[in-house]
């Protein structure tokens, strides 16, 4: 299943088959891509079979012989189901109720390497209680099994098979294969008959015992198949040289003379013996054993010449190349002959080798495609720079992409360098340098990757200021908003596509520079996503494009607080995504753009989803540096729009989960202070699992200069403090996060926590200051609200009566409270319906309606309960208790 999975399953691979090229210019996402994205969409289709009730049973045979990447993919699996068992989910994370997976693997243990035995003693540690991995023992059968079997096959009690089960046992040891066929053997020397006169089987102990038998089974199997006719026995090599099995149409390529007159007729006799099997277009040895019996008859000094006619013979197919599976058996023959090559087939044959790699990146077999390509590297001419340039760049190349996406990104390094030391002109480095840079990034050097992007940008004509002013960018972002203002989706559409080589590269590399400064330079990354605008405009539509209008959505946001434009933008690029043939890999970069547009047009509570979606696109496409961000997003708007904290809590575990079984570090402070935050409100610490407190997350994003963390961070501190009415420390977090030079989508948030404090403030001390604060902070809600009167109308209402509080405009103030009430319940947001019945009671407390204010905050005590808020239902218990 493992190597044909996209085959099988092309629509879940997202293979474009009619342009092979497409592999060469999206695939090659991140480190690893191509194996995550296998071990991703075998979980999806997991979980499509048994989420409708249907239980899944997986046998895997031999696992002796299954490579790191099968093994990766099993174990991840069980890594999924803990994740999933205990809340009755399945492996996407969704009820479950019925259905189930059963997985049952086998191999030999005199034959399993340590690697396996590792896998299988890591996979018995993680299943723990949730996930059963038991180990079964089979050892040969005893005497007694022997004869149980003897018995029921021969229709006779078990005291008249005794003898000859014991002679039975004594020859083969036990062994099943060997038993069959020592059974075999008597059966066609009349040894062991049926007596049509006793009706019944009948032997002569005497002679059973006399019968000779090899002291190895291997020995017995040789002498078995030298017995056969010399066609079948050459048929039966040829097919021990192809594997385990063969299809039909293979055949019929061999089916020419060259071996045998009828390989067909030859096999059929063949499986009359019992030595092959044939289920449709498949024949199959019977036994493993038997394969190795067959090849171990041929002579080792002609083995290779047998490998090599068989390549010869399937290379003359036609079709071989637009043919997969013909074309990647060819060269897997020839591999194993490319020692007895001339010149002119090491050619030929390093060509075959590159359309096999093709072929095995298409189902997304990543360490296989690399295989072919270094063997296809290893034919080429002594000087193969100079002699056979175009088909060695090739082969360089895809060796590096397939090497990085296969999680070898250190290994590719050494291909790399010879592509820059030899490459003819810039353009011919270009996929070099894009793969050089998405290693960089892979290890965290996001300063590193930015600096040389900007390098590769200035070879292209494209140069930026190295200290880039805020009034810059705004002035930049209005000149090329009044590009789009008439600019339609339709109209996009009908662009024509960008054939500017030169273009084409900056586009790639800019889009890039956007990823890599998005966090740290983010003046830097709004400035690129002008240029993206304006050469889309210019020289036409590319699959950049997207991620260019996505990026400028966001910073027209950001920049210069364009709600309406930004919104509609980002509303183009969805739009764009829907029919694109790389949309996954397309919508997990754009969601971390798109997401944040959105909070002020869209639901709160649909943020989440939106990045739940990212973060599946991007498992698929095997991007996993933005998959684990949307991820991260997710838990993050998870908490901030109202979702229970217990299972926001428990969404957090799971995505610690996926980001350690990723090895992926760039979220996992983010997620670790989402926890931290639901904990001081839960009271649900993450202590067992070694989970950082906020305090401790801060001072390290401090150290590392990680603006992006330092701002979710602080906004997390701000949100725990505003539940737990410390409008002090509100304001003290709120003046280090306006300290900090970036603007983030949340920014508003952090607002309203400081206008009901200020407020709040300024009712005690008198604080002019702070008035103008709150006064400021309700301006700047209510523009919000303009554009998303489901997310801001509740908090608007609620900093309208806190400052009717201020103003003692009781009645006003009264009025307002029960209309942020009324609309928080409305839209859903539980935390902030409590808020508002908490401010409401605690107003009536106030302005002695005690009664009636203990009233409220009951309610309020009711909805932080249903929260999940027990730590916030005992301090507001606490707070009644004085009143």
Not at 55 to 84: E, F, H, N, R
Not at 380 to 394: G, R, S, T, V
Not at 824 to 834: N, V
């Amino acid at each position: 299943l493992m190597p044909v999975f996209a085959r099988l399953f092309p629509l879940a691979a997202g293979y474009d088959r009619t342009s092979s090229s497409s592999t060469t210019t999206s695939d090659a996402g991140n480190v690893g891509s191509g194996r995550n994205r296998l071990r991703h969409l075998f979980h999806i289709l997991l979980n499509s079979i048994f989420c409708i009730g249907r239980p899944v049973l997986i046998v895997l045979d031999d696992l002796q012989w299954s490579d790191s990447l099968a093994l990766d993919v099993i174990a991840g699996v069980v890594i999924q189901s803990k994740a999933c068992v205990s809340a009755n989910l399945g492996l996407d994370g969704r009820d479950s109720s019925r259905g189930g997976l059963f997985l049952l693997g086998s191999y030999r243990d005199n034959e399993a390497d340590e690697t396996l035995l590792r896998q299988i003693r890591a996979m018995d540690r993680i299943g723990g209680d949730y996930v059963r991995v038991p180990r079964l023992s089979i050892d040969m059968l005893s005497r007694r099994d022997v004869n149980e079997m003897l018995s029921f096959k021969l229709g006779l009690p078990m005291r008249h098979t005794r003898e000859l089960s014991e002679q039975v046992f004594q020859k083969t040891r036990g062994h099943p294969l060997f038993i069959q066929s020592f059974l075999r053997s008597i059966i066609s020397k009349n040894v062991l008959s049926f007596s049509v006169r006793s009706r019944r089987w009948t032997w002569d102990d005497l002679v059973v015992e006399m019968h000779t038998i090899s002291e190895d089974v291997a020995d017995f199997l040789a002498n078995r198949i030298r017995r056969l006719d010399k066609d079948v026995v050459l048929a039966l090599q040829v097919c021990a040289c192809i594997g385990f099995q063969v299809n039909t149409s293979t055949i019929e390529l061999l089916n020419v003379g060259q071996f045998v007159n009828d390989m067909f007729e030859a096999l059929e006799s063949a499986r009359k013996e019992g030595l092959m099997d044939r289920a449709g277009p498949i024949y199959a040895f019977s036994h493993d054993m038997l394969r190795e019996s067959t090849y171990e008859l041929i002579p080792a000094s002609e083995r290779k010449s047998l490998h090599k006619t068989i390549g010869m013979s399937l290379a003359l197919d036609p079709d071989l190349v637009k043919h997969a599976e013909i074309c990647t058996l060819a060269a897997d023959q020839i591999n194993l002959c490319k020692d007895v090559l001339n010149p002119s087939e090491r050619s030929m044959f390093a060509r075959l080798n590159l359309a096999a790699g093709k072929h095995a990146m298409a189902s997304s077999s990543y360490q296989q495609a690399r295989g072919y390509f270094e063997s296809g590297i290893a034919l080429l001419h002594i000087d193969p720079w100079k002699k056979q340039y175009p088909l060695c760049l090739e082969l360089y190349e895809l060796s590096a992409v397939v090497g990085f996406m296969s999680g070898s990104g250190e290994e590719v390094a050494g291909r790399l360098d010879d592509i820059l030391s030899n490459a003819k002109h810039f353009g011919e480095t270009i996929k070099a340098r894009e793969i050089i840079l998405k290693v960089i990034a892979s290890r965290g050097q996001y300063a590193e990757s930015t600096n040389q992007c900007i390098s590769i940008l200035s070879v292209l004509g494209e140069d930026f200021p190295e200290d880039i002013e805020p009034l810059l960018v705004a002035n930049k972002l209005k000149e090329t908003l009044a590009l789009l203002e008439k600019v339609t989706e339709e109209d996009i559409r009908r662009l024509p596509l960008m054939t500017d080589t030169s273009k084409l590269y900056a586009m790639k590399f800019l889009s890039m520079l956007c990823s890599f400064s998005m966090s740290s330079r983010y003046h830097l990354c709004h400035l690129s996503s002008c240029l993206m605008v304006k050469f889309t405009l210019q020289y036409g539509f590319c699959e950049e494009s997207i991620h260019g209008l996505a990026t400028f959505a966001r910073a027209l946001l950001l920049d210069i607080e364009d709600i309406e434009s930004s919104s509609r933008i980002s509303s183009v690029t969805e739009s764009l995504l829907t029919d694109h043939a790389n949309q996954h890999s397309l919508r997990a970069r754009s969601t971390l753009l798109v997401a944040p547009v959105k909070i002020y047009t869209e639901p709160g509570q649909s943020v989440a989803e939106r990045c739940r979606n990212g973060f599946n696109s991007g498992m698929i496409s095997g991007d996993i540096e933005n998959a684990m961000t949307c991820g991260y997003l997710c838990c993050f708007s998870k908490m901030h729009s109202g979702n229970g904290l217990q299972s926001t809590q428990d969404a957090c575990c799971d995505f610690l989960r996926q980001l350690a079984k990723h090895k992926h570090v760039g979220s996992l402070n983010g997620t670790m202070s989402v926890f931290d935050t639901c904990a001081a409100l839960s009271g649900n610490s993450g202590n067992s699992l070694g989970i950082k407190t906020n305090e401790e997350i801060f001072e390290e994003a401090k150290q590392k200069k990680n603006s992006f963390l330092l701002h979710q961070v602080c906004l997390n501190q701000i949100f725990v403090q505003f539940y737990f009415r410390d409008h002090l420390s509100v304001m003290k977090l709120a003046e280090v996060y306006n300290n900090l030079d970036t603007k983030r989508a949340m920014d508003v948030i952090q607002v309203y926590f400081t206008g009901i404090s200020a407020l709040a403030l300024s009712r005690c001390n008198g604080d002019k200051k702070l008035r103008k604060i709150g006064e400021q902070s309700l301006g700047i809600v209510a523009q919000c609200a303009q554009w998303s009167k489901w997310n801001f109308e509740n908090k608007v209402f609620l900093l309208q009566a806190e400052l009717h509080y201020l103003n003692n405009d009781f009645r006003a103030a009264e009025v307002a409270y029960k209309a942020s009430v009324d609309s928080a319940q409305k839209h859903k947001f539980i935390h902030e319906e409590a808020m508002a019945y908490e401010l409401y009671g605690i107003f009536l407390i106030e302005t002695r309606l005690v009664e009636r204010g203990l009233e409220q905050l009951n309610m309020a005590i009711s909805k932080y309960a249903k929260w999940g808020g027990r730590m916030k239902v005992g301090h507001l218990i606490s707070f009644m208790k004085g009143c």
